[in-house]
């Protein structure tokens, strides 16, 4: 059997806040709790009003400068 890897986030909630999808799932975050969940878990909190929570790997590597490529005006 083949088995899928769900792809997972972090979320914060501002407020408290409680999920529930057509699929049965449902959650409850209280303010300023960050808690991982599947993508399509994470999708439907940030609908409902959370943000998202980068991890720090993933706040340097989107920071990380990237090479300038230079353009030279001719007259």
Same mark, same amino acid.
């Given at each position: 059997?083949?088995?899928?890897?769900?792809?997972?986030?972090?979320?914060? #909630?501002?407020?408290?806040?409680?999920? #529930?999808?057509?699929? !049965?799932?449902?959650?409850?975050? /209280? #303010? !300023?709790?960050?808690?991982?969940?599947?993508?399509?878990?994470?999708? #439907?909190?940030?609908?409902? !009003?959370?943000? /998202?929570? %980068?991890?720090? /790997?993933?706040?340097? /590597?989107?920071? %990380?400068?990237?090479?300038?490529?230079?353009?030279?005006?001719?007259?």
């Amino acid at each position: 059997m083949v088995e899928k890897q769900v792809k997972r986030m972090l979320v914060q #909630a501002n407020e408290d806040v409680y999920v #529930a999808l057509t699929t !049965g799932d449902a959650v409850r975050l /209280e #303010a !300023g709790e960050i808690r991982e969940f599947p993508d399509y878990i994470a999708y #439907a909190c940030i609908q409902a !009003g959370c943000s /998202e929570v %980068k991890k720090m /790997e993933e706040i340097i /590597e989107d920071t %990380k400068e990237k090479p300038k490529t230079r353009t030279t005006k001719k007259k």
